[in-house]
């Protein structure tokens, strides 16, 4: 630890305030690497209202009238400023009359000598791994590290064996299912490589011996329909929160499955109205006294009438606990598309599926399997899907073939969906009660990030999120003193985790497990890695669950706490602001990335942008303007916002303010505070990080 220490006195006849300031700088080598502080005494004048703190490079002036930074407090971080070059900085304090002292003494930030850039370590959690055949494995990449400029990237490859499909190749962890082998086994060899932000490379290698299984099975449900409908009931699905009941339906039938009975679904017809997104079903629960590795198989044909156009597609769904599972890439198992008014119907024939779930934990758990058509414009339109056979057995002997059946045309094993690039926008009405969000777009692992518009609450609130699935979440609004919620406008997007290129766009979705609560007190976060290399990142987050009651919020930082995300560092985590209650349960966090710009995705114009420093609090003067850097032809109608850095060590969260959200050329923004510890909610000044659309967008 290096400190230097500078005692002057400044006395400053002329003003009204009597200014003593000791500064010193805090830092450890390398500088770049911590945090820089700036320090002086504090002023005690009954009507002393704050300090500015100015800096210049060498041969500059101040500029007195653009100050670096406005506080109360009698220390600051200046990291974010220093840039390895020499820095000069001096404050003065201000009365509430407005009245200004005369500068402090000057303190001198000495540029860092410039190091070499380390290589980055590759570590695999586990060097060997076992598995059986059809079950999930994890390569896991997250414990690598760099010591100095951080990783960029992370790709994964096969180097030996028997050819795998990875759930992803650019992913921290990444998963796969283990191939069939014969009684002797085989061993499959994976390599992570890793590079820093400095282009260094690190490697290390993976061995996964894949062994044989035979061991005898149980029967956890079997349905075939001849008598009743065995337990399933018929539900439906409404996607987009619009409600398409009307247009879905299902019932047994006696004969016409595949032997004997079925369960049929019947979507769309009905009227010549347009629909999008039908989508209908039966389920079953079924319950698991201790956590069990399950087969499911089923069989399933799956008919489109003649009068669909090729925009038109119908498919068959299965999920259990509302996560989707598909033939990879995709999040369903079989697919149909219209060929054209006119054209003959299309039909799969009878088909065998057989999807590993996994190990599902001990307790209840819910089977759904279903049909989803996409788009009906007549009545004529109609999509047919029939179900059969249904078994789940705790996993055996998963080599030994099926017994075979005559009239079906294959049998396919289907694993959990491969994430695809997907993105959705909107708006809702929330209070304090939670509702249910339905999605356009179907999700493999769902990040979903929420704004709230303050226009009818005149008290703190935060976004709560719950019930993340594939298709849907639970959201509310909360006060975190407890207290009454108006309804107001909430904006919500969604994108499939995983690293994408959305027309043209680079952009992210991760969730982890957040382990850290900060606070007033304590800001520490937890250290994140790009999935991808970015110029300006833009970073949008959520506290994702509600394992705790307890309120919390989201917030990030880049290399120091008042920093905004950089290229270089981000850190996020949750925080309670000034809550006298710092303890929290763990919860999940939600962080969606873009590559600031402004263009098209989906077709929709958006913008993603750091805006510039100046946005306040609530008992200020809001809504604080902030301009976009190219105008809309229209007012966006979907503003995500989240603080980016914090600078005010109390916490804060940001929000769109007012009954106007934007104009084509400006968003009108605050920052809030929670009112536990005091019930101001002045703030000084922060970045805020923004995505927004013209219109609510659905990409896939």
Same mark, same amino acid.
Do not use: K, W
């Given at each position: 630890m290096k400190m230097v220490n500078i005692r002057n006195n400044v006395f400053d006849t002329w003003k009204t305030i009597l200014l003593f300031i000791l500064l010193f700088l805090v830092f450890a080598s390398p500088v770049c690497a911590v945090n820089i502080t700036l320090q002086w005494a504090p002023n005690t004048e009954p009507n002393f209202a704050g300090y500015r703190v100015f800096h210049r490079e060498e041969g500059q002036a101040y500029n007195y009238a653009n100050p670096s930074m406005e506080l109360k407090e009698n220390s600051c971080d200046i990291g974010h400023l220093y840039k390895n070059k020499a820095l000069y900085f001096v404050v003065r304090a201000f009365d509430t009359a407005g009245v200004e002292s005369g500068d402090s003494n000057e303190v001198f930030l000495k540029a860092a000598a410039t190091q070499s850039n380390q290589p980055p370590t590759a570590v695999i959690s586990e060097e060997s791994i076992e598995a059986v055949p059809g079950t999930r494995v994890t390569l896991d990449g997250s414990k690598s590290t760099d010591a100095d400029d951080g990783i960029a990237s992370y790709h994964w490859s096969q180097a030996d064996g028997t050819p795998i499909t990875l759930s992803d190749y650019n992913s921290k962890t990444v998963t796969f299912i283990a191939p069939e082998t014969d009684r002797y086994g085989s061993n499959l060899i994976f390599r992570l490589t890793i590079t820093d932000f400095g282009g260094l490379q690190s490697t290390t290698d993976c061995h996964v011996n894949i062994t044989s299984v035979n061991e005898p099975s149980t029967v956890i449900l079997q349905a075939n329909f001849d008598h009743n409908t065995d337990g399933f009931s018929y539900v439906d699905v409404p996607f987009g929160n619009n409600g398409k009941s009307a247009y879905a339906d299902g019932e047994r039938i006696a004969s016409g499955g595949f032997i004997g009975g079925a369960l049929q679904i019947t979507i769309g017809g009905i009227d010549n109205a347009s629909v999008l997104d039908m989508i209908g079903g039966w389920q079953q629960e079924f319950t698991l006294s201790s956590p069990t590795e399950v087969l499911l198989s089923f069989l399933c044909n799956l008919t489109q009438a003649s009068g669909y156009e090729d925009d038109e597609l119908s498919q068959v769904l299965v999920s259990v606990d509302h996560i989707l599972y598909g033939v990879s890439p995709n999040d369903y198992v079989i697919q149909t598309r219209g060929n054209g008014n006119g054209g003959s119907s299309e039909s799969t024939g009878w088909q065998r599926f057989e999807i590993n779930l996994g190990i599902l934990g001990a307790g209840d758990h819910t089977l759904f399997i279903g049909g989803y058509n996409s788009k009906k414009t007549y009545n004529d339109e109609v999509t047919e899907v029939l179900i059969d056979d249904v078994s789940l057995n705790s996993i055996a002997n998963i080599?030994?073939?099926?017994?075979?059946?005559?009239?079906? +045309?294959? %049998?396919? *094993? #289907?694993?959990?969906?491969?994430?695809?690039?997907?993105?959705?926008? /909107?708006?809702?009405?929330? =209070?304090?009660?939670?509702?249910?969000?339905?999605?356009?777009?179907?999700?493999?692992?769902?990040?979903?990030?929420?704004?709230?518009?303050?226009?009818? +609450?005149? %008290?703190? *609130? #935060?976004?709560?999120?719950?019930?993340?699935?594939?298709?849907?979440? /639970?959201?509310?609004?909360? =006060?975190?003193?407890?207290?009454?919620?108006?309804?107001?406008t909430v904006n919500y997007l969604v994108v499939e985790g995983g690293t994408w290129n959305i027309d043209g766009v680079k952009i992210e979705a991760q969730t982890y497990i957040s382990t850290v609560t900060d606070e007033n007190n304590s800001w520490i976060g937890e250290a994140q890695n790009f999935g991808q290399r970015y110029t300006n990142p833009v970073v949008l987050g959520q506290v994702m669950s509600e394992n705790d009651s307890g309120w919390s919020v989201f917030w990030c930082q880049g290399v120091n706490r008042t920093d905004p995300p950089s290229a270089m560092a981000l850190r996020t985590g949750k925080t309670v602001g000034e809550d006298t209650d710092t303890n929290r349960a763990d919860e999940t966090i939600g962080f969606i990335v873009f590559e600031a710009g402004h263009g098209m995705i989906g077709g929709v114009e958006f913008e993603a942008s750091l805006g510039a420093v100046g946005i306040r609090g609530v008992d200020d003067s809001p809504p604080y303007e902030c301009d976009f850097n190219t105008?809309?032809?229209?007012?966006?109608?979907?503003?995500?916002?989240?603080?980016?850095?914090?600078?005010?060590s109390n916490g804060g969260w940001a929000q769109s303010h007012g009954s106007t959200a934007a104009t084509g050329t400006s968003l009108y923004l605050s920052i809030d505070e929670d009112q536990i510890g005091d019930s101001e909610r002045y703030h000084i000044s922060e970045h805020i990080g923004y995505v927004v659309f013209e219109t609510p967008v659905v990409y896939r």
């Open positions: 080599n030994q073939a099926p017994d075979a059946d005559e009239g079906f +045309n294959q %049998t396919i *094993v #289907v694993a959990p969906p491969e994430a695809t690039a997907r993105l959705e926008s /909107g708006s809702v009405r929330a =209070n304090g009660d939670y509702i249910t969000v339905h999605l356009a777009n179907i999700y493999a692992r769902p990040v979903v990030i929420c704004s709230v518009q303050y226009n009818n +609450n005149t %008290t703190p *609130v #935060v976004v709560r999120v719950n019930n993340v699935t594939s298709m849907s979440f /639970g959201m509310r609004l909360q =006060n975190p003193s407890g207290g009454a919620v108006e309804t107001d105008a809309f032809a229209s007012a966006p109608e979907v503003v995500i916002t989240t603080q980016a850095g914090m600078v005010g």
